[in-house]
């Protein structure tokens, strides 16, 4: 099965500055990969997902990149502000099937 | 509706109670996942329907979790003679069950046993 994991629990960035956020996975038979964030008290918020045939793709403000060599995926927040303050997660797997969550990392930007 | 809903927002049970926590999908998703939070950790996957049927009830984690769909929109979640270990925030997501297949997901229900 597909195991997800976080390279850091916390994070600390000044505001202004650039985030990264990193996250390996197992499975090298997952294709779908997604980033959410998790406010105090609320449920996961979609951010950005990739299919394996991408290695980048980016949003506003979010870029997710990912190596299927090391099995590594990355989120990256530009000009990281306040309300990006949250936990972040990855999550992995095979298209049509439930998806497998990482542990989280703690964003905490200095104001 | 416009999001997935949750009740109640928060359950407080005593040890061997039974209890059941309710999802209202986004209207027209025919995929409903149940995952479990724990404190500091990411969400574990309970259980998946597929319309009205458990596609995937692998995540279960004992014969005391139990989830429906009869008609294939609500679901619940039900679980029996509650334990201090089901302290939990649960969670219910709800897709299209077509690509991209990101889950939207709803508040969540925090139940603690007592």
């Known amino acids: 099965g597909e195991s997800v994991g976080l390279h850091l629990p916390t994070l600390s960035v000044q505001e202004g500055d650039n985030s990264i956020i990193n996250c390996a996975y197992s499975?090298?038979?997952?294709?779908?990969f997604i980033w959410y964030k998790q406010e105090s008290g609320k449920g996961p918020q979609f951010i950005i997902d990739i299919r394996s045939n991408m290695d980048k793709r980016q949003g506003q403000r979010v870029t997710v990149l990912l190596n299927k060599t090391v099995k590594h995926l990355s989120l990256q927040i530009a000009a990281t502000q306040p309300g990006d303050s949250a936990v972040y997660f990855c999550a992995a797997g095979p298209g049509n099937t439930p998806l497998v969550f990482g542990k989280g990392t703690r964003l905490s930007v200095i104001a | 509706g416009a999001g997935v809903s949750q009740t109640p927002s928060n359950k407080v049970t005593e040890k061997g109670k039974y209890v059941e926590l309710r999802c209202d999908p986004i209207s027209g998703h025919t995929a409903l996942y149940w995952y479990r939070q724990s404190l500091g950790q990411g969400p574990e996957f309970l259980i998946y329907f597929q319309g009205t049927g458990a596609a995937d009830d692998s995540g279960l984690p004992n014969d005391r979790f139990f989830a429906v769909r009869p008609e294939g929109s609500v679901s619940t979640l039900k679980i029996q003679r509650t334990e201090r270990g089901d302290s939990a925030v649960y969670l219910c997501?709800?897709?299209?069950?077509?690509?991209?297949?990101?889950?939207?997901f709803g508040s969540g229900t925090r139940l603690t046993v007592v």
């Open positions: 997501a709800s897709s299209p069950g077509t690509e991209p297949y990101g889950y939207t």
């Open positions: 499975n090298s038979a997952s294709d779908y």
